[in-house]
């Protein structure tokens, strides 16, 4: 059973918005509580952080690199990417993945992926110059 669906990539050019949506299963959602992230893959690079959140009201956290442009939301069913200022180099694919159960915010900071255990498939995100 798919648990994790992403929508809503695609191309744009740089200093456009896309926005993701990453559709969970009520195997996450039923849970009380669940984690939640975006993560990353440019070509010929290995998958990176991109932010994360969990249920129950905790704030979201961001990598670096998209600080300031970037923004997770989510609500009983779902979680969203709202990517602003977009730049070539955000180019890849984006994967949403979620476990059932809280990680610290300490750890959930570091946006680790042996934090997560359940992936979505992907989608493209492609940014022009």
């Known amino acids: 059973q798919v648990q994790l669906v992403e929508s809503g990539g695609g191309s744009v050019q740089a200093g456009g918005s896309l926005r993701l949506s990453c559709a969970a299963s009520r195997y996450i959602t039923s849970y009380v509580y669940t984690c939640m992230g975006w993560f990353r893959q440019a070509p010929g690079k290995g998958r990176e952080g991109v932010g994360a959140i969990c249920s129950g009201g905790g704030r979201a956290y961001y990598a670096d690199s998209v600080k300031g442009r970037f923004a997770i939301s989510r609500d009983s069913a779902a979680m969203y990417l709202q990517m602003t200022s977009l730049k070539p180099e955000d180019t890849g694919t984006y994967y949403c993945?979620?476990?059932?159960?809280?990680?610290?915010?300490?750890?959930?900071?570091?946006?680790?992926?042996?934090?997560?255990?359940?992936w979505g498939q992907g989608a493209q995100v492609t940014v022009s110059s």
């Open positions: 993945a979620a476990r059932r159960g809280l990680v610290d915010g300490r750890f959930l900071a570091l946006l680790r992926e042996d934090d997560f255990d359940t």
